[in-house]
């Protein structure tokens, strides 16, 4: 995959979101819990939400747009990989929303890489600049509600 112009980037990042969100809602209607679907519900309005914001970029706004200078460890990174089943914990739902977040940010920044060009590289690091921001809020969903009450 080599990205070319911006237009190839926002194509990639709106099928992205939108698969994202088609996997959130599937699994919203085959979650057997109440907090499950819920969770899964929210987590697919973000997606909704972020595909909005991807197709409405403007090139100079983004190509100005401050990249996220926070540590990129994350909880994800240490987490076992959860398949999706219809029975998923509350636990588990989290934590593959994190794997998921977490596979997109990487694969924005790995996109970076593949291009040469500095403006399609500086919008695919706010991708992931916005990728790494939805894995930080649910970690700390994870944090608060996992870790510390088991």
Do not use: W
């Not at 914001?53 to 990989?81: G, M, R, W």
């Not at 914990?89 to 060009?117: C, R, V």
């Amino acid at each position: 995959m080599k990205f070319v112009t911006l237009e190839d980037i926002i194509k990639f990042a709106v099928e992205r979101e939108d698969t994202a969100y088609k996997l959130y809602k599937r699994a919203a209607e085959l979650s057997t819990s109440i907090s499950s679907k819920k969770m899964f519900e929210e987590l697919a309005q973000e997606e909704a939400t972020h595909k909005d914001v991807f197709v409405k970029i403007d090139e100079d706004k983004a190509e100005n747009h401050k990249l996220c200078t926070l540590p990129e460890s994350s909880i994800a990174q240490y987490l076992a990989d959860v398949p999706f089943r219809a029975d998923l914990t509350y636990s588990e739902i989290l934590a593959f929303a994190l794997k998921t977040e977490e596979n997109a940010y990487q694969l924005y920044k790995a996109a970076a890489g593949m291009t040469d060009d500095p403006k399609l590289q500086k919008v695919l690091m706010n991708f992931a600049d916005v990728e790494l921001g939805h894995r930080r809020k649910i970690e700390a969903i994870y944090e608060e509600r996992v870790l510390t009450e088991g």
